[in-house]
């Protein structure tokens, strides 16, 4: 029963037609798992399945974007399976994306790992053969079978899920003999909830960072039983393990850091033999082949450097901005990942060969990180210091050795505040993810304006609790009490809202970080699909609005459509010249409180820059009575 719920919700995650397995099935697996925990079979053998059945459920209600880097590691993938090479010119082509240079080999330059592609081939390959029974079957073509669709991309965020789930679960196994079961639980699915790797699992996943992080986790796990257990077949896999994470990610290599002690001291205490690190060095480099295969096709070298000679200076590092800046620092996105830090000195006491290995490979990727040009990763559509998932796995025993210390102060339920704190930080996580889905936080976080951000969020969730509760009069009440500013007070006299100023107090989703205050007719950028404005009234009337907007020059088709709180109002053509769109706010519409007045359109220019952000109009201001 748990396999079927499993197989179900992975069909709900990858086939968008097909919604039902999003909730049967993981409702199905946990099922199977409690009627399964009262026959002989072990509920821990079914537990993994059933919390892979709940993520997948999660993930099908999630609308992934396949947003910055995804179409060049996607690429490798699609190409070897339907083209049979790696010419990525109408990958490239599909997407709308610029060729850019060619390599000395004449290949479209692609600076990307392959190693998620390998890793997401088997759910891939399946889900071609789903597509091509079911079109079998219905005689009907509801995906096109040529590798780039929805479905597609789809089986790539199952084996990421897989990937992430299972090194969680692997770090969980691994800390459990160190701290036990429950503080290894919690700093194993702690670390995934309160770091980048949660974005990149459920947002982004055809992106390398979710499948790095459980590579990353099994090389950890490796490691563990090599120290363990040493032997030949140990040790081999110890180095297949690296090799994976290598391919994955390059900066992988960095994990050696954590094996070469091992080696050394397995040596000298004569507990490891030669022959077993050539075995490593052998399967590592057996592992790693597919990427030196593609440099080899692609740049005509065996070992290279895509990004060109000066992409890393390793003399001159940042080592700063990667961690502590606002500007996506590991530190100040992921606040919990430095009091895993703290924790990895705490457990130099407990064992300096682990812990002091792993801060040494932290230490090695920081200055890794801060030595490329682009270490704020401004330019790469990146949530967070994105390139720090590497570590998360060790930040993971950081975790857990710092729960250890807390929990021995905490006499009375000890494990309960910092779990507490945990989630608090993870509800931290998951509003700082949706405010970066919904392009405030492009480039910096500032604190100050995360902080109010997170605070607006905690307002609309109050706001959404208390309504369902008691009706408009608890949503309106919540309002008052977080923030009681409305229009026709002192707060807004004259009921505008202008575009053309950089406050945002107004701004909802769906805009510009910033106003063109020096145009010659001062406007702010409206994104499609929607862009949207809070207006928050005290008592409800029939408002009467004027809006003043434009389409973008090379838009001559574009229709807007006015909502309110979810009502349609108007619909109207908007030129390339500026008018004004003249309609009622009704108020049997409107609400007491805080009311979202929303614009979609039709269509939008291409994106103009990295961040993949498209324009359909220009807003100068929303005028009330």
């Not at 399976?81 to 330059?109: Q, S, Y």
């Not at 990942?337 to 000195?345: E, H």
């Not at 107090?505 to 406007?523: D, I, M, V």
Request: glycine share 10%; hydrophobic share 50%.
């Amino acid at each position: 029963m748990v396999g079927v719920g499993l197989s179900w919700a992975a069909q709900g995650v990858i086939d968008p037609l097909r919604p039902t397995g999003r909730l049967l099935g993981p409702l199905l697996a946990l099922l199977g798992l409690v009627l399964g925990s009262r026959t002989r079979v072990r509920w821990k053998n079914l537990l993994f399945p059933t919390i892979l059945a709940m993520t997948f459920g999660v993930s099908a209600h999630i609308q992934t974007e396949f947003r910055a880097d995804s179409g060049a590691y996607f690429a490798y993938l699609r190409s070897l399976v339907f083209d049979g090479d790696l010419d990525f010119a109408n990958e490239w082509e599909h997407w709308g994306w610029e060729k850019g240079r060619r390599t000395r080999t004449g290949m479209v330059h692609n600076a990307q790992s392959v190693g998620p592609a390998v890793l997401w081939s088997p759910a891939y390959l399946a889900t071609h053969a789903y597509l091509v029974v079911d079109r079998w079957l219905t005689g009907t073509s509801r995906y096109e079978l040529d590798g780039y669709g929805a479905p597609y991309r789809r089986a790539a965020a199952l084996d990421t899920l897989i990937l992430v789930v299972g090194g969680a679960a692997l770090l969980v196994n691994l800390m459990t003999p160190m701290f036990g079961m429950p503080i290894a639980l919690v700093a194993g699915v702690g670390v995934v909830l309160t770091s980048p790797v949660l974005y990149y699992a459920l947002v982004v996943p055809t992106m390398a960072h979710g499948v790095t992080f459980g590579a990353a986790a099994a090389l950890v796990a490796a490691w563990d039983r090599a120290r363990r257990i040493p032997s030949l077949k140990s040790w081999t896999m110890l180095g297949a393990a690296l090799g994976l994470v290598m391919l994955s990610r390059w900066q992988g290599a960095l994990y050696a850091l954590l094996i070469l002690p091992l080696a050394v001291q397995g040596l000298v205490r004569k507990r490891v033999r030669a022959g077993w690190l050539l075995a490593a060095a052998g399967s590592t480099l057996l592992l790693f082949s597919p990427q030196l295969i593609a440099w080899k096709i692609l740049y005509g070298r065996w070992i290279t450097i895509p990004q060109g000679p000066g992409f890393l200076d390793f003399w001159s590092p940042n080592l700063l901005g990667p961690l502590f800046s606002a500007d996506h620092g590991f530190f100040n996105w992921t606040p919990v990942m430095f009091l895993c830090v703290v924790g990895l000195l705490m457990g130099l006491r407990q064992s300096l060969w682990l812990f002091g290995s792993s801060l040494l490979v932290f230490a090695a990727t920081a200055w890794v990180n801060g030595s490329v040009p682009d270490y704020d990763l401004a330019a790469g559509d990146a949530f967070g210091a994105r390139r720090f998932t590497l570590v998360v796995p060790l930040m993971a025993l950081g975790l857990g050795a710092f729960l250890q210390a807390a929990t021995g102060v905490l006499r009375r339920a000890p494990l309960l505040a910092p779990t507490a704190f945990l989630l608090l930080f993870f509800l931290w996580n998951v509003g700082l993810i949706s405010h970066f889905r919904a392009r405030k936080y492009p480039e910096m976080a500032p604190l100050e304006r995360l902080v109010g951000d997170q605070a607006r969020s905690l307002r609309l969730a109050s706001q959404k609790i208390l309504g369902w509760v008691a009706g408009d009069r608890g949503r309106a009440f919540a309002y008052q009490l977080y923030s009681a500013e409305y229009f026709y007070t002192r707060f807004n006299r004259n009921g505008m809202i202008d575009l053309r100023s950089s406050d945002g107090k107004y701004l909802l989703e769906g805009w510009s970080t910033g106003s063109r205050r020096n145009a010659p007719r001062p406007f702010r950028r409206a994104l499609y699909p929607q862009a949207c404005v809070r207006i928050p009234l005290q008592d409800p009337v029939d408002l009467p609005t004027v809006i003043t907007a434009r389409a973008p020059e090379g838009l001559e088709s574009q229709v807007v459509t006015v909502v309110l709180n979810g009502q349609v109002l108007t619909t109207a053509r908007l030129p390339d010249r500026w008018r004004e769109m003249k309609f009622t706010m009704e108020a049997r519409y409107l609400l007491p409180g805080e009311n979202a007045l929303c614009l979609r359109f039709s269509d939008a220019l291409p994106p103009q820059s990295g961040n993949g952000q498209r324009v359909s109009a220009l807003v100068e201001r929303i005028q009330l009575p």
